[in-house]
C-alpha cells in the first residue's frame, strides 16, 4: 500500500484548510491510501519522458495594455459574506491582537 | 400542435417550425416548463435534472425571440430554442451552486461566455441542471442537493458529472443542454441515457465563467438528442475569446456542415481505428456487444474499420486520478468564505484561517474533500516527483499514442463507458469503482482532442442505453460528427420510443 495513514491525513486537512471530523478521518484514510496506492502506478514510466502540462501550444497570451471595465465595487460586494464601508469584512488575522 | 409531440422534436426541427412561425417560441417553451412540472419532482423520486427554473426569465426570453422572428430577423439558426445550463456555468439571472452547500444560492456578477452567446443567438433559458459537486464524479450522487435520475429507469444514475443536462434532454425536458466534461462528464452522462454528449477540442469553446474544477482539462461542450443538434450548439457556443487565455485562435471546424455530410450515410475512404485496449474484463457483454453491432454498421457505410493499439491509455486513469485533483486543490482554495459563498464561525472567537477551516468543512462534500486532499498529497514536497511530475510524464505517453493512431487512423472509436447505468447507491462508497466510469473517456481530456458520444443502441443484457465514443484529432471535431451522423442514420430509430413516458410521474392536474 501507499502508506497515507490517519496522520498524514489531519496533515493534509489542515494544509487545505478542512477542519474534518474524527469520524472522517477514519472514513478518508482508507479511501485515499487506497486511491494514492492504484494512481502510483505512473511511477512506472521511465523519468526520461518529458512532462506535459497543457495541451495548448500558445504561450503568453497578453491582450492590449488598455483600460477597460470591471466590476463596480458594489456588484463586487454584493454577494460578500460580510462588507463594511465599501469593503470586505473578513476576520481577525490569526496572532494578531484584537 | 400537442405539447407532448414538441417535446419530443429534435432542436433543429423546433428551429424549422419556430422560424416557420408554426409555432411560437413562446408555445414550445410552455410545453417543456409543463414537462418538467410532470416529471422533474418530487426531488426524492422525479428526474431530479433541474437545481433552478427561471419559468418567467424563460418565457421572456421566448417572446422576444418571437418578435424578431416576427420582424424577419432570428438571432441564430436555434433561435427561439430551449435549452438548459449545467449549474458550474455563470448566470446573472439565476442561482449558480455548482451542486455545492459552498454556493448555495450564490449570484454570479457576469455570465460565462457561452451564456453570453446563447443568449445573444435568442435560445431561451430553462434554469439550472444538476451535477456531482463541482464536477467531481460519474453519478450525480454527489451533489449536495440529492441526485438526478436516469429517465429510462428511475433507480438508476444518469451519469455524471452532467447528470442533469443528460437526464433532462433524456426526458424530454428539453431538446438541448450545455454540459462540462473533465474526465468524460458530457460524454458518459450522454452513453447512459441514450443522448448525444460532445467534448470540443480543448480551448475551443470558451471556459470563461465555468467554476473551474481541473483547468488543463475542463472543456464546455454541447448535450442533445441528435448530432445534427448538437453540431447547431457547438457552432453558437464555440470560438476564441478574449477572456480565457486558453482559448484557441484556430477558426472553429465546420461540425453543422460535416453532421449533414455525414447524415447522407457515406463514409467511403474513412478509416476507423477500434482501440483495443478498451475491451475485455470489466465490459458488460450488451455494451461490448451493442459496440459491435456499431463496427458492422460503419463497416457497411464503407469506412475500413481496423484495430489500433494505444499502450499507454492504461495510465490514463492514474494519470488523471493526479493531475485533476492537483488542479482542483488549487482551484478550490478561492472558496475561502471572505469575498463569497458561505461563512461559517464568523464569531469573533475565531481566527480568518479557522474561519476557512469552518466554512470547507461544512461547504464542501466527502468527495470534493478526498480530491483536494489527494491533490495536496501529490503536490508535497516529498511526492510531487513520483506522483503530479510522473502523471504529467503519462500524459506526453498518451498524447503520444493519439499521435501515432490519428497517422493512420481518422478517428477512434471505442464504448463511451464500460456498463450501462448503474443503480443508484451501487458504487457511492467505493470512489475506485466509480471512478472506472470514465476509463474510456479521460484520454481524450489528457490529451486535449475531441470526442463525443452517440446512442449505439440498448444492451442485450438490461435493455439500457449504450454509447459509441467517437474520438477525432484535436481541431479536427467535425470527423467525429461526419461519423457519428453517418452512423446514428444508418442505425434507425429505435423500436424504444424517443423519450420515456414517465406516466408514474406525471402529476394529476
Known sequence: MS?????????????????????????????IDAIVDTVSRVGEIPDDVPPTAQVVPQTNVLRPDATEPSLRRDVALAEAPAAEEGRFRVPRILGEEL | MSA???????????????????????????????????????????????LHLDAEGAL?????????????????????????????????????????????????????????????????????????????????ENSAFGPSRNPWDLTRIPGGSGGGSSSAVAAGETPLALGSDTGGSIRQPGAVTGTVGVKPTYGTVSRYGLIAFSSSLDQIGPCARSVLDAALLHEVIGGQDGNDQTSVSAP?????????????????????????EFSGEGYQPGVLGAFTD??????????????????????????????????????????????????????????????????REAGFGAE???????GTHALSAGS????????????????????????????????????????????????????????????????????????????????????LQIMAPAL??????????AYEVARGADTAPRIPELRALETTR
Not at chain 2, 419556430?18 to 422533474?40: F, G, M, P, Q
Not at chain 2, 472553429?252 to 455530410?261: F, K, N, R, S, T
Not at chain 2, 479536427?476 to 451522423?485: E, F, G, L, T
Open chain 2, 384 to 467: 510531487y516527483d513520483a506522483l503530479y511530475g510522473k502523471a504529467q510524464k503519462a500524459r506526453t505517453l498518451i498524447v503520444r499514442d493519439f499521435t501515432a493512431a490519428f497517422e493512420t487512423c481518422d478517428v477512434l472509436i471505442s464504448p463511451t463507458t464500460p456498463t450501462t447505468a448503474f443503480p443508484i447507491g451501487e458504487r457511492a462508497d467505493d470512489p475506485l469503482a466509480m471512478y472506472l466510469a470514465d476509463l474510456c473517456t479521460i484520454p481524450s481530456n489528457l490529451a486535449g482532442n475531441a470526442a463525443l458520444s452517440v446512442p449505439c443502441g440498448r444492451s442485450a443484457d438490461d435493455g439500457l442505453p449504450v454509447g
Open chain 2, 476 to 485: 479536427a471535431d467535425d470527423r467525429a460528427y461526419r461519423v457519428a451522423a
Open chain 2, 252 to 276: 472553429l471546424p465546420p461540425v453543422v456542415e460535416a453532421a449533414q455530410a455525414g447524415a447522407r450515410g457515406d463514409l467511403a475512404g474513412v478509416r476507423i481505428g477500434v482501440v483495443s
Open chain 2, 60 to 140: 421572456a426570453a421566448a417572446e422576444a425571440a418571437d418578435r424578431a422572428i416576427a420582424d424577419g430577423a432570428p438571432a441564430s439558426p436555434l433561435a427561439g430554442v430551449p435549452i438548459a445550463l449545467k449549474d458550474n456555468l455563470t448566470t446573472t439571472d439565476m442561482p449558480t451552486t455548482a451542486a455545492s452547500r459552498i454556493l448555495e444560492g450564490w449570484r454570479p456578477p457576469y455570465d460565462a461566455t457561452v451564456v453570453a452567446r446563447l443568449r445573444a443567438a435568442g435560445l431561451v433559458p430553462l434554469g439550472k441542471t444538476n451535477l456531482d459537486e463541482f464536477a467531481m464524479g460519474s453519478s450525480t
Open chain 2, 294 to 359: 456499431a463496427v458492422r454498421v460503419l463497416g457497411e457505410l464503407g469506412a475500413e474499420v481496423v484495430e489500433v493499439s494505444c499502450p499507454s491509455f492504461g495510465y490514463a486513469l492514474p494519470a488523471y486520478y493526479l493531475i485533476a485533483p492537483s488542479e482542483a486543490s488549487s482551484n478550490l482554495a478561492r472558496f475561502d468564505a471572505m469575498r463569497y459563498g458561505l461563512r461559517v464561525g464568523d464569531d469573533g472567537g475565531h481566527a480568518a484561517d479557522e474561519v476557512m477551516s469552518l466554512t
Open chain 2, 4 to 50: 407532448s409531440e414538441l417535446i419530443s422534436l429534435d432542436a433543429a426541427e423546433l428551429a424549422r417550425r419556430i422560424h416557420a412561425r408554426e409555432v411560437s417560441s413562446a408555445e414550445v417553451t410552455r410545453a417543456h416548463l409543463e414537462r418538467i412540472e410532470a416529471v422533474d419532482g418530487p426531488a426524492e423520486s422525479g428526474v431530479h435534472a433541474f
Open chain 2, 368 to 374: 470534493v474533500k478526498r480530491r483536494i486532499m489527494i
Open chain 1, 3 to 31: 502508506d497515507i495513514t490517519r496522520d498524514d491525513v489531519a496533515h493534509l486537512a489542515r494544509l487545505a484548510r478542512l477542519a474534518v471530523s474524527d469520524a472522517e478521518l477514519d472514513m478518508f484514510s482508507g479511501q
